[in-house]
């Protein structure tokens, strides 16, 4: 019953990471208004930019990771199959 549970909350497709991204760009935007707002000048758009940038790292490992899965499974199947 936990392995079904656990599996709602694995990425299993590209579309499913992208909705999860944008989530996260989403409130990684927000954070940065609120860091200009806190932090008025330089050293407010500079953590804006930092919050900015963790989204485009954290992003591009998702959609490294869903590639790697998909082709992992991929050479399982011909694997077997043969």
Not at 26 to 47: K, N, S
């Amino acid at each position: 019953m936990l392995r079904k549970i656990g599996r709602l909350f694995v990425i299993k497709t590209r579309w499913e990471a992208y909705l999860i991204i944008y989530a996260l760009a989403l409130g990684a935007m927000t954070r940065g208004a609120h860091y200009t707002l806190q932090y008025p000048g330089f050293g407010g758009y500079l953590l804006w930019a930092a919050t900015a940038g963790a989204v485009f790292l954290g992003g591009a490992k998702i959609l490294d990771a869903i590639r790697y899965e998909q082709e992992k499974r991929e050479r399982e199947e011909s694997n077997e199959a043969s």
